[in-house]
């Protein structure tokens, strides 16, 4: 059962506009989230987090948004950049603050030029 | 600062073989994680440790086996290669107190055949 879901494989946007991208989850105990984002042939790189008692941070052109009540986050990039092509990963973190991230299975971006 | 080193980063297995994927990290993180992420799928933690000498089974670690005898190293064993092992895996240490803010290796391909 997955835990953590990123309903959407891919995303296409233009260069300067809003990249939103998705992410569900199931397991109420999360209480901590991250995005992680991913090049190809490389490993998957930090991007930015939010605990679960705030619902948004932001940093630079990145904003990650958390309804509690729906379950649902979702990161903002904005103006996007080709450079930001890339797979996102969604992941969660359940208490007591050891245990492993849950991952979803990530949102390939791609920013047209 | 290397950060976290993976070796090899190709292998081609024949079934039934063994081999040990190498990880090193430098940045003295207690935490330590092997992943495998298969085609289209998200990161699956295989074994994680917590410090030297303390490893735990993470969501799949049937086919495999890890040690971790000193902070820098977290080798992972796969004994009797299956082609369900044919995956890209991942080593990542995370420091105590940003336990969720994972540094990644580059990761290795590995082919069963």
């Known amino acids: ?52 008692i705030k619902d948004k941070n932001e940093d630079g052109r990145f904003t990650v948004f958390l309804n509690k009540s729906a379950k649902h986050l979702s990161l903002h990039i904005v103006p996007s950049q080709p450079g930001d092509s890339a797979v996102y990963f969604c992941a969660a973190e359940a208490p007591p603050g050891n245990t492993p991230l849950v991952f979803g299975k990530g949102t390939r971006l791609s920013v047209i030029a | 600062n290397a950060g976290v080193t993976q070796t090899p980063k190709f292998r081609i297995l ?10 090193t990290q430098d940045m003295n993180h207690n935490y330590m994680y092997w992943y495998r ?28 086996n890890v040690s971790r005898s000193t902070t820098e190293d977290f080798p992972l064993r796969l004994e009797l290669a299956a082609p369900s092992q044919t995956s890209v895996y991942f080593c990542a240490s995370s420091p105590p107190g940003l336990i969720y803010e994972q540094y990644f290796g580059p990761g290795t391909r590995l082919t069963v055949t």
């Open chain 1, 1 to 52: 059962d997955q835990q953590v879901k990123q309903n959407s494989p891919s995303l296409s946007v233009q260069e300067g506009r809003i990249s939103i991208l998705n992410c569900d989850y199931t397991n109420s105990m999360f209480d901590y989230f991250l995005w992680y984002k991913k090049y190809p042939a490389e490993g998957p790189t930090f991007l930015i987090s939010i605990s679960s």
């Open chain 2, 14 to 23: 024949k079934i039934g073989q063994s081999m040990t994927l190498q990880c």
């Open chain 2, 37 to 64: 992420q298969d085609p289209g799928m998200g990161l699956k933690l295989i074994y994680y440790s917590v410090g030297a000498g303390i490893t735990d089974k993470g969501e799949v670690p049937n086919g495999y």
